[in-house]
């Protein structure tokens, strides 16, 4: 019995070799070889080029760079040389000012926006970097909707127009009591964190469509609820939140991965599998891309190194805690520690862990490394044709963070001190 154990692993352990091998001769290999256009930044720059942190970016048609330094508050225009245009904002709470920017969305004609929270509206610039004029977020979406961590902005292909990724659950719920503490309305309408929105910023107020409402995980909902009396009590406040952040997703749960492509239609990963979906601008489904890879079975083994892996990062984060903000949440360590070591696990690791478009309409879908976690592997890049390509090898380079004209892509570099660099190169034709 115990040989035809050995026979039955090793014949599994041959196949799957196989057809890891099959799979991996099956992409064509493509080099980082992109000539530089130019790079700012780093320890000796001017002033508008001394970045506090890597942040959001983008062309415009003309290929002029924008760049959102949030701690700076402001951004900073470049032209197709790298030489300064100008600068846009600073702090302070009039119009044009800057008090908690969380993005930047570029359109092809120069003009940009900004979403501020603490103005809760988006910032309209002209092309001239002048402001035009604020669009507000309407009472039905909620005070919070402008906050940073529930945002994920695309812009789509009309100037005024923006795709939006809707917030986490656990958010929509710790706000939802929040709100009407500080004077908000609960916030009925609009799409979670599994669902994309237009948003059209023509108007004084924001008016949102939904476009697509991507596969969710289907899970019985959480039977406790925060309430304003849990918020005044630290212990159950803290057993609270912690439940519902581990109620909210499993280990290797499939994140929607997405963007807006060129002609407004939508490419986005919602499972474990290896499928990126596409929509047209009206939400009607358009095609799927798909490649020999598969999402790898979670083992016992996988548990334990995840769940390891976790604590430990956890506990580096807490090693970097404030002791004062520790002394006002005392049972928070112990609470989080017991939600990573008793939160479920999705049954299989997905393959797809980003997908990006360029601007002429490829895309570029990231897959999964060698370890489940690792979310840095092979980059598939497939034609505006919705052809394959070819693939950089794990390593070779990154998704550009932003696509412009004639082929320029911007890069952040940090150096040995973290000091943060811009670097524009330029693709080739084919990976336009």
Same mark, same amino acid.
Do not use: C
């Given at each position: 019995?115990?040989?035809?154990?050995?026979?039955?692993?090793?014949?599994?352990?041959?196949?799957?070799?196989?057809?890891?091998?099959?799979?991996?001769?099956?992409?064509?290999?493509?080099?980082?070889?992109?000539?530089?256009?130019?790079?700012?930044?780093?320890?000796?720059?001017?002033?508008?080029?001394?970045?506090?942190?890597?942040?959001?970016?983008?062309?415009?048609?003309?290929?002029?760079?924008?760049?959102?330094?949030?701690?700076?508050?402001?951004?900073?225009?470049?032209?197709?040389?790298?030489?300064?245009?100008?600068?846009?904002?600073?702090?302070?709470?009039?119009?044009?000012?800057?008090?908690?920017?969380?993005?930047?969305?570029?359109?092809?004609?120069?003009?940009?926006?900004?979403?501020?929270?603490?103005?809760?509206?988006?910032?309209?610039?002209?092309?001239?970097?002048?402001?035009?004029?604020?669009?507000?977020?309407?009472?039905?979406?909620?005070?919070?909707?402008?906050?940073?961590?529930?945002?994920?902005?695309? +812009?789509? =292909?009309? $100037? &005024?127009?923006?795709?939006?990724?809707?917030?986490?659950?656990? @958010?929509?719920?710790?706000? !939802?009591? *929040?709100?009407?503490?500080?004077?908000?309305?609960?916030?009925t309408s609009g799409v979670d964190h599994r669902g994309l929105e237009r948003l059209e910023l023509g108007g004084e107020v924001v008016v949102a469509e939904p476009v697509v409402e991507a596969w969710q995980l289907p899970r019985e909902k959480s039977t406790g609820e925060l309430t304003l009396n849990d918020l005044a009590n630290e212990s159950r406040a803290t057993d609270a939140i912690v439940g519902m952040m581990t109620d909210a997703t499993m280990y290797f749960e499939p994140d929607l991965h997405w963007d807006a492509l060129p002609d407004?239609?939508?490419?986005?990963?919602?499972?474990?599998?290896?499928?990126?979906?596409?929509?047209?601008?009206?939400?009607?489904?358009?095609?799927?891309?798909?490649?020999?890879?598969? +999402?790898? =079975?979670? $083992? &016992?083994?996988?548990?334990?190194?995840?769940?390891?892996?976790? @604590?430990?990062?956890?506990? !580096?984060? *807490?090693?970097?805690?404030?002791?004062?903000?520790?002394?006002?949440?005392?049972?928070?360590?112990?609470?989080?520690?017991?939600?990573?070591?008793?939160?479920?696990?999705?049954?299989?690791?997905?393959?797809?862990?980003?997908?990006?478009?360029?601007?002429?309409?490829?895309?570029?879908?990231?897959?999964?490394?060698?370890?489940?976690?690792?979310?840095?592997?092979?980059?598939?890049?497939?034609?505006?044709?919705?052809?394959?390509?070819?693939?950089?090898?794990?390593?070779?380079?990154?998704?550009?963070?932003?696509?412009?004209?004639?082929?320029?892509?911007?890069?952040?570099?940090?150096?040995?001190?973290?000091?943060?660099?811009?670097?524009?190169?330029?693709?080739?034709?084919?990976?336009?």
């Open positions: 019995m115990k040989r035809h154990g050995h026979l039955v692993a090793a014949a599994v352990g041959t196949v799957l070799a196989a057809v890891s091998s099959q799979a991996q001769a099956q992409d064509r290999p493509l080099t980082p070889d992109f000539p530089e256009v130019y790079r700012v930044g780093g320890l000796a720059a001017e002033d508008w080029a001394q970045f506090t942190s890597p942040g959001a970016m983008g062309f415009d048609g003309s290929g002029n760079l924008y760049i959102l330094d949030e701690a700076a508050f402001q951004v900073i225009v470049l032209d197709t040389s790298g030489e300064l245009v100008r600068t846009v904002g600073r702090k302070g709470e009039g119009p044009g000012e800057f008090q908690r920017p969380g993005d930047l969305v570029v359109w092809r004609d120069g003009t940009f926006a900004v979403p501020d929270a603490g103005h809760n509206a988006f910032q309209i610039f002209g092309t001239d970097g002048a402001l035009e004029h604020f669009v507000r977020m309407s009472a039905e979406q909620s005070p919070f909707a402008m906050d940073p961590a529930g945002l994920s902005l695309r +812009p789509g =292909p009309r $100037t &005024g127009e923006v795709y939006r990724q809707g917030q986490p659950d656990v @958010l929509g719920q710790v706000f !939802g009591v *929040l709100g009407p503490l500080l004077g908000g309305e609960v916030s407004g239609s939508i490419a986005f990963s919602d499972s474990s599998a290896y499928q990126v979906k596409l929509v047209a601008a009206d939400g009607s489904p358009s095609g799927m891309l798909r490649r020999p890879h598969e +999402p790898e =079975p979670v $083992t &016992g083994q996988i548990r334990s190194r995840m769940i390891e892996r976790a @604590l430990r990062d956890f506990e !580096g984060q *807490l090693d970097g805690t404030d002791e004062e903000d520790l002394a006002r949440a005392p049972n928070l360590p112990d609470a989080f520690r017991e939600g990573l070591e008793s939160r479920e696990f999705f049954h299989e690791v997905p393959v797809v862990r980003q997908v990006r478009a360029g601007w002429s309409g490829t895309l570029w879908v990231q897959r999964r490394g060698d370890e489940p976690w690792d979310d840095d592997g092979p980059i598939d890049v497939f034609g505006a044709d919705r052809e394959y390509v070819g693939t950089f090898p794990a390593g070779a380079t990154e998704i550009p963070p932003a696509f412009g004209p004639d082929g320029l892509v911007a890069f952040w570099e940090l150096d040995e001190l973290d000091v943060p660099s811009i670097v524009v190169k330029r693709l080739p034709e084919a990976l336009r």
